[in-house]
């Protein structure tokens, strides 16, 4: 049986006739996904997208995408714990992206430009309450002002900022950053209230009446006490009152010997201030060095100054009223699971030291007399996974409702309760996010990129950040932006890059205005454009005939 030759690419000009799809057992795909950093941040922020406008040198492209999430660049760049960072996936290949002083770069042009939030695209006439002034209320406050929501805002102190102002020190944090970043908020039109204090349940409830909606972000201002330490002893102080103090300009007058007990931030915050104010300073820590709660840029930078740390001890009493002898130990401490009481072994004989004053940093709890009982567990206010509480009308965020207790961890559940306020307010239904595996180092294609370590951090001169109080840590220079920009993978972010289209056998990438797409008559499901993919933003998916 003669069966007719199909036409060829030299008669008929065209390998379209070919149809050898059929063949394959897989089809590529190109998907939009989440970058490790992305699902590692607590604000969810679109971390490959603005870093790859900051590449091209579009910073103020870069600050609108930023601040979609986060209304703080220029303080997260700063302050933030970068879990990001850890989740990178070019850790795995040099170094991770400096995204934290990527962040603060694209702040920081955005103050030096004076740029500004567009206002509200329509005004809506339900009325939010936002009781707290810290990062939790502030952010929810920026998230519902930009959908329209009429906002009023209740803050107990004369300054908004909460811990941002009278806990982190200004050669971490200036002032002009924290203001300015702030007041771009205000500038939206939330109404502000200071000097009003929630101090008894009855206001609580004036607050519900008079509003559609009520956000909480209390903070957790009760400090936590040793037992070791005598109640009210002179020379014993709460480590957030020393801090409040100095940021307000009254400085205690504690004796030159200062010990530090506590190893997180705050702690790190305390003794880097008193050694600013002239005071020898050691620090002692339940933790072993390598474990510290603290952010190891701070260990290290308190370290350089002068602190003393004695890590893994504990302080077992307090003899004497001046000068003062800690009788102290040392420790193996192994933390509590899931709220359970931590371990303490005592592992090598006593040791003493010499104080003037004991600065307590271990922590501080939460105010909860406000609410009923059934509407608190563990020393927190609950909520739901969007922040809503079991009170009517109420959702909650911050150290008031969990012991995620870092900056942007707050910034981003008072992000989160926004979005829901604003999904109740609308009578639309609550909906499941759909679950996207973000790419792994395996596939990107890194032979694209050489290997480069990200730039050093710099810091201003011990003596000179000692006597003058200023900044510690200095910026990326504008050459140093772009570079460490241009080390991002853009995981899951399709580029532009060509690659796809050039590299497949069979002309079976298409691109066009909307993007790439397979041709599925024509692709083998080869999977080379996957492989050369530098993005990690293909993939192959098996299909079942």
């Known amino acids: ?121 329509a005004e809506q006439e339900a009325h939010v309450a ?71 349940a009855a206001d609580l409830e004036r607050l519900r009446a008079e509003h559609d909606v009520v956000y909480l972000a209390l903070g957790a201002a009760r400090p936590k006490v040793l037992p070791q330490l005598p109640p009210e002893a002179p020379w014993s102080m709460q480590g957030a009152e020393y801090l409040a103090r100095c940021a307000a300009g009254d400085v205690p007058q504690i004796g030159r010997r200062v010990v530090v007990i506590g190893g997180g931030s705050s702690a790190m915050d305390v003794a880097r201030s008193a050694r600013r104010n002239g005071c020898d300073v050691t620090v002692l820590a339940l933790e072993a060095r390598a474990a510290l709660p603290a952010q190891r840029e701070e260990v290290q930078e308190a370290l350089e100054e002068g602190v003393v740390l004695c890590d893994g001890a504990m302080l077992q009493g307090v003899s004497g009223d001046g000068p003062l002898t800690l009788d102290c ?87 989160r309760a926004a979005i829901d306020i604003d999904r109740a307010l609308r009578g ?20 694209y990129y050489p290997k480069h370590k990200r730039p050093e951090q710099r810091r201003v001169a011990v003596a000179e950040r000692l006597a003058s109080g200023e900044e510690v840590q200095v910026a990326l220079s504008p050459d140093e932006v772009q570079a460490e920009a241009s080390r991002c993978f853009s995981c899951g972010s399709c580029t532009s890059c060509d690659n796809c289209f050039q590299f497949c056998p069979d002309l079976a990438v298409a691109h066009g205005p909307e993007g790439y797409s397979v041709l599925a008559d024509y692709c083998k499901g080869c999977g080379l454009c996957v492989r050369e993919c530098p993005t990690g933003s293909m993939i192959l998916k098996e299909e079942l005939r």
């Open 329 to 415: 130990v040392h420790v193996r401490f192994q933390p509590g699971a899931a709220g359970a009481a931590p371990r303490i072994d005592v592992v090598e004989a006593g040791f003493t030291l010499a104080a003037d004053a004991v600065l307590t940093a271990i922590g501080q709890d939460a105010e909860l007399s406000l609410f009923p009982t059934a509407a608190t567990s563990g020393g927190l206010l609950q909520v739901d996974a969007r922040q809503a509480s079991s009170l009517p009308g109420v959702w909650a965020g911050g150290d008031l409702a969990s012991m995620a207790r870092f900056f942007s961890e707050a910034v981003g559940m008072g992000k």
């Open 130 to 200: 936002v009781v707290g002034g810290g990062p939790s209320g502030l952010s929810a406050a920026y998230q519902l002002r930009r959908r329209g929501w009429r906002v009023s805002l209740y803050e107990a102190k004369p300054r908004l900022g909460g811990l941002l102002r009278y806990g982190i020190p200004s050669y971490r944090l200036p002032r002009h950053v924290l203001n300015a970043e702030i007041a771009r908020i205000l500038e939206l039109g939330v109404a502000l209230h200071l000097g009003a204090a929630l101090q008894t």
């Open 428 to 447: 639309v239904e609550r909906s499941a996010a759909p679950v996207v595996t973000p790419p792994g180092l395996d596939e990107i294609a890194t032979w």
């Open 1 to 121: 049986m003669n069966i007719p030759l199909p036409p060829t690419a030299w008669t008929t000009g065209t390998t379209e006739v070919f149809k050898t799809g059929t063949w394959r057992a897989a089809l590529p795909q190109h998907v939009a996904r989440p970058s490790p950093c992305h699902q590692a941040c607590p604000v969810n922020g679109h971390i490959a997208e603005w870093i790859g406008h900051a590449r091209t040198g579009d910073l103020r492209r870069a600050w609108e995408v930023l601040t979609l999430n986060n209304p703080f660049p220029a303080v997260a760049g700063r302050i933030c714990h970068h879990p990001c960072e850890t989740s990178c996936n070019r850790a795995g290949y040099d170094e991770a992206v400096s995204v934290c002083r990527l962040e603060r770069a694209v702040g920081d042009a955005a103050i030096a430009a004076g740029w500004a939030y567009a206002p509200p695209a």
